[in-house]
């Protein structure tokens, strides 16, 4: 089947302007993480949804960061007022079940804030 | 809280050459671990993981790691690496329990020389 998927592959964008960011999860999958991974580094928790409970947000670095996930699957990433050091790739993964077993990434979104 | 060191930012080994990656993380129950690659450009793939029983863990393309317990280790090893397999190599331990408790290390450049 299909892998985990996002889209856009890479978005340039001004300062100060709001960018989504858009993960489709493998089907069946019942959580999805986003991380952030700025250059040479490794990868930030951003926020984790499972199921129909309430996200774990405890990764976002500002208020300006957001994350919803409609009917269980899709889910948008979205950061207001982008600054210069939102440049990173973020990226998505899902997993089945409950439990940190091992995640299925997708590619990623190269954000580039200038 | 866990948390994953990879004590070498980079490494740099000769194609046919053995690789050893090192892997430490603190934990205070039983973790589980994984090893992730990220070729340029890509998404994570996960490469072998541990959760219980044999120490030595096979996984894909002829790697394989073994569990430590008393050093708190989980090495990645390969007798020969190809040139294909430069990439970043990341480390990382989960919980037996709900929530994103998923901790990346901050991964291993590895450059291979053909």
């Known amino acids: 089947g299909a892998g985990v998927s996002q889209s856009p592959s890479n978005k340039v964008t001004e300062k100060g302007k709001d960018v989504e960011l858009r993960c489709d999860p493998i089907?069946?999958?019942?959580?999805l993480y986003w991380y952030r991974q700025s250059l040479g580094q490794g990868l930030e928790f951003l926020i984790y949804?499972?199921?129909?409970?309430?996200?774990?947000k405890s990764g976002l670095p500002s208020d300006r960061f957001s994350a919803e996930r409609t009917g269980g699957s899709v889910s948008t990433l979205t950061i207001q007022r982008t600054q210069q050091e939102d440049s990173a790739v973020y990226l998505c993964a899902s997993t089945y079940g409950d439990r940190n077993y091992e995640q299925y990434f997708g590619p990623g979104t190269r954000l580039t804030v200038t | 809280a866990q948390s994953v060191t990879q004590p070498d930012i980079h490494i740099t080994v000769s194609e046919g050459a053995s690789l050893e990656l090192r892997c430490n993380y603190s934990y205070g129950a039983t973790p589980y671990l994984f090893w992730y690659v990220q070729s340029p450009g890509q998404g994570l793939q996960l490469l072998l993981k541990?959760?219980?029983?044999?120490?030595l863990v096979q996984g894909i393309k002829g790697f394989e790691a073994e569990f430590k317990r008393s050093q708190s280790s989980f090495n990645l090893r390969k007798p020969s690496v190809q040139w294909s397999e430069a990439a970043e190599y990341f480390c990382a331990v989960g919980e037996d329990n709900y929530g994103q408790n998923f901790v990346f290390g901050p991964g291993t450049r590895l450059s291979v020389l053909p």
């Open positions: 949804f499972q199921g129909n409970s309430a996200p774990d």
């Open positions: 541990y959760f219980s029983g044999d120490t």
């Open positions: 089907s069946g999958h019942t959580a």
